[in-house]
């Protein structure tokens, strides 16, 4: 059961590098980050537990370089209204998110990322 060094993963070492190269894992890395701080922020709602409601919606996000969420929107529908109603509110609630990598050139950033909903 001590296997948590072992599961670790090799992340940290090519991510000290100065300039991260466009193949580097700091985008992986990012969108890790986005998807823990939103776990963290994340309700179950009542209802869709009463219910036994579960899935994965899939939500757009634009945001600036701080992170600052500038638009939200759903991608992918779970099925349940009150799933999908919950992962936009999710988002603006959890804004801001961690800002994207220093090598992302653009001004605003788009991505879609899972929210997951399981009863356990």
């Known amino acids: 059961a001590n296997a948590a060094p072992a ?3 090799p992340a940290g070492a ?7 190269p466009r193949n580097s894992n700091a985008l992986p890395t990012w969108h ?7 776990e963290r922020y ?4 009542r ?3 009463m219910r036994r ?3 994965v919606p899939q939500v757009h996000i ?4 701080q992170g600052r969420v500038l638009a939200v929107r759903l991608h992918k529908g779970s099925g349940f209204e009150a799933l999908d109603e919950e992962t936009i509110a999710l988002v603006e609630r959890a804004s801001p998110l961690p800002a994207p990598p220093p090598d992302v050139a653009q001004d605003r950033m788009e991505l879609v990322v899972p929210v997951q909903y399981f009863l356990r």
């Open 7 to 9: 599961a670790a993963p």
């Open 14 to 20: 090519p991510a000290q590098a100065a300039p991260v």
């Open 32 to 38: 890790g980050a986005v998807l823990g701080h939103l």
């Open 42 to 45: 994340k309700r179950y709602p």
């Open 47 to 49: 209802i869709a537990q």
């Open 53 to 55: 409601q579960q899935g």
């Open 62 to 65: 634009t945001l600036d370089r």
